[in-house]
């Protein structure tokens, strides 16, 4: 292509440098949307309990094992950029929630899906993206209505939460309940309450995980575990009640900022000199033992001499530990954290009751433990295999999340395809109120509601039609908890067998799904600039942009 305009005195306006491609209107629209139901298809038979796995295999030969949404999306490496605008959706998603991933993008996939139906009916696409959004909305609307209340103290409901949303993690197995407990006490030991709310930082809830045993194995450390071991073999491995320092400075003799010459011209001299470096290290030494410490955790390097004098102390020591496990060795055991140590005093300590090395899977381990109401703890995942362990903390990350949405939103909603299913029912209704062309798109945003149930019934052995003409029949009679009861293939009441889902993942889902597929079908125009480093293809209309995944 040479130019984009018209004509000036019979030459050709160039805008565009030769090798750029350029789509416009309708074929745009067209590439766009084939890309994104592409992606959506990718990830869908990954939906549920009875969803199957992906295996990727990236450029060096590592493989990861997995159905998790965000994971498969991150890992497959998509070129085109409306894919990358469904993957965005997925990191958003989890980002947010920490579940609802694979939801998202198959609802995004299928919102364009019928919208492409529509624009084949001659409907504009301001006028499907108008409907999209009054339909997006009102969804919301909607689900808060219908949506149960659930607080932190409802702990039987939050590990129902826990365990629904570990359900398509088929690693997992039998061993989700003892997770999903183990998770509900993590959760609710380092929330925070005020008068109004509760926040939960999640990044106070470490995950540690090493091969061996198995997924029963697992537990929650009241404290927190660090993946080190101490620095001297004349330490003690365990130390009760523990004083701890933290320190953020090196325990070293520092080094001059500028280049500085020492001449020394007699063995005595450097002796002196060994001495002098040796006398400031048993100083710097001898201010952590006046401190009352007996463990320290050193977020930069300690001399070997220093070392020396630590173990001839009896004190406990770990170097190089990072800035995050500092902070939450902070949070767990209320030490302060000290830039020197001159300002290092008895005030600045934290306690636990045992600080003690472990051998866990054939490495060495700093296990904190036994902190007075921490508000930063660990959970140390164990599992039969590499994957399966990987596997194990992509589910209690998820988990996590889910768990805090729950809290944070203080309501729940029914999974199993039934509060999709309910929305759809109650938008259809919305859509005959709204009338005109709207309502098409109205119709069509609760169709693509029900992929959900659809994909479900599909990975249960179900019939997707007739489950969806059962489910429908059976939410029109205001039954809003009716889903797909995967194990038994057929449709049952979720609220009896607590598949729990929080109402932000759904909210989140929808919304982000929607703001998608609507910014995907505003482009009419796709101008993709040449690639520098080799001759323009000339391979059909989209030139550069490939839909490699």
């Known amino acids: 292509m040479t130019g984009v305009g018209g004509q ?202 090493k091969q061996g045993g198995n997924l029963e194995d697992s537990e929650l450390i009241k404290g927190i575990v660090i993946d080190k071991e101490r620095v001297h073999s004349g330490m003690p491995r365990k130390v009760e009640n523990a004083k701890i320092a933290l320190l953020d400075a090196a325990l070293e003799v520092k080094k001059t900022e500028t280049d500085a010459e020492i001449n020394i011209t007699s063995p005595e001299q450097l002796q002196l000199f060994i001495e002098q470096e040796e006398k400031m290290l048993k100083e710097m030494v001898d201010k952590i033992v006046e401190s009352g410490a007996n463990v320290l955790f050193c977020q930069k390097g300690i001399d070997d001499i220093a070392q020396h004098y630590l173990a001839k102390a009896g004190i406990f020591a770990v170097r190089r530990v990072k800035k995050s496990d500092m902070d939450k060795l902070a949070k767990a055991t209320g030490a302060k954290i000290s830039s020197s140590v001159n300002d290092l005093s008895k005030d600045d300590l934290g306690y636990a009751k045992s600080v003690e090395e472990k051998k866990i899977a054939g490495e060495a381990m700093t296990f904190v433990e036994g902190c007075n109401d921490p508000k930063a703890v660990t959970i140390l995942i164990r599992g039969g295999t590499q994957h399966v362990v990987d596997e194990a903390e992509r589910a209690v990350n998820d988990a996590i999340g889910a768990a805090i949405s729950a809290i944070e939103m203080g309501k729940i909603v029914y999974g199993g395809g039934a509060i999709e299913t309910a929305l759809a029912v109650k938008l259809r209704d919305y859509a005959k109120k709204i009338g005109g062309r709207e309502q098409l798109a109205i119709e069509a945003f609760a169709e693509s509601l029900e992929i959900i149930p659809r994909t479900l019934a599909e990975s249960a052995g179900m019939d997707p039609i007739d489950t969806l003409v059962k489910l429908r029949s059976e939410h029109a009679k205001g039954n809003k908890n009716i889903g797909v009861f995967i194990d038994k293939a057929d449709i049952g009441d979720m609220s009896k067998i607590d598949v729990i889902e929080p109402a932000k993942v759904k909210s989140q889902a929808i919304s982000s799904a929607a703001e998608a597929a609507n910014m995907i079908l505003k482009i009419d125009d796709i101008i993709a600039a040449s690639k520098k480093s080799s001759a323009p293809e000339t391979g059909g209309p989209q030139g550069g942009m490939g839909m490699e995944y």
């Open 8 to 209: 000036l005195s019979g030459q050709p306006i160039v805008v565009l440098p030769e090798g750029s491609s350029r789509v416009i209107g309708r074929d745009a629209q067209r590439i766009n949307i084939m890309v994104a139901k592409a992606v959506a298809n990718a990830v869908r038979s990954t939906l549920g309990p009875k969803g199957m796995d992906k295996m990727l295999v990236d450029e060096i030969g590592d493989i990861t094992i997995t159905n998790d949404g965000a994971t498969i999306l991150d890992e497959m490496n998509i070129e085109h950029p409306a894919g990358k605008m469904l993957v965005e959706v997925a990191k958003t998603q989890d980002e947010e929630t920490g579940d609802g991933t694979t939801t998202a993008v198959v609802i995004a996939g299928e919102l364009l899906k019928h919208a492409e139906n529509l624009l084949d009916q001659e409907i504009h696409p301001t006028i499907i993206i108008k409907g999209y959004t009054m339909a997006q909305e009102k969804a919301i609307d909607l689900l808060n209505e219908i949506s149960d209340p659930i607080d932190i103290k409802d702990e039987k409901k939050l590990v129902k939460v826990c365990m629904t949303t570990m359900a398509s993690k088929g690693t997992i197995g039998k061993s989700k309940e003892k997770l999903a407990k183990i998770i509900v006490d993590a959760v609710k030991q380092v929330a925070e309450e005020s008068k109004d709310s509760i926040t939960i930082n999640q990044d106070y809830i470490k995950i540690e995980k």
